[in-house]
């Protein structure tokens, strides 16, 4: 983890963070070939236990967009959860496009939640091991609204 922090780090001292930077005119893929291993098995079958609630939606984006931490997704997934941020089409695989429903129709709840609390090893995710569960589920309840 601390080598994805150091490398998120430098990319944004490298880079800046600034809108212009951005690449906007590029599109995330659809569908995305993806390569992330499977969660363990308890993991793959796990429903969201929350119910979708416009209040859980709402901290869903507070924590997508300005408080997670190692570093906010919308670095990497875009405002708009299509895996254009600034950091994420520069990143090898490029960020998750959340839009894509080709692509996250395969993609469970359980795999969502075990990627963000564990991160994903060889990709620029992150663990955000620190987030209570309930913090988990409204984050995926937020995206899961992008491919609406």
């Known amino acids: 983890m601390k080598k994805q922090i150091i490398f998120l780090s430098v990319t944004f001292l490298v880079f800046g963070y600034s809108p212009v930077f951005a690449n906007n ?6 569908p995305q070939k993806r390569t992330t291993p499977a969660a363990p098995a308890k993991y793959l079958e796990l429903k969201n236990p929350l119910e979708v609630t416009a209040k859980r939606l709402k901290k869903g984006e507070l924590l997508y967009l300005k408080k997670a931490q190692p570093i906010q997704c919308v670095h990497c ?10 950091l994420g089409l520069q990143a090898n695989p490029p960020a998750r496009n959340f839009t894509c429903t080709a692509t996250m129709k395969n ?3 359980g795999q969502m939640f075990w990627a963000i ?13 620190d987030f209570a569960d309930w913090q988990i589920w409204v984050l995926i309840h937020y995206v899961r609204q992008f491919g609406k």
Do not use: F, L, W
């Not at 005119?25 to 659809?30: E, G, P």
């Not at 997934?77 to 600034?86: F, L, M, V």
């Not at 609390?117 to 091991?129: D, Q, R």
């Open 117 to 129: 609390k564990n991160g994903i090893e060889g990709t620029a995710m992150p663990a955000y091991s």
């Open 25 to 30: 005119s590029d599109k995330a893929q659809c």
């Open 107 to 109: 993609v469970s709840d």
């Open 77 to 86: 997934h875009g405002a708009r959860g299509d895996g254009t941020g600034e």
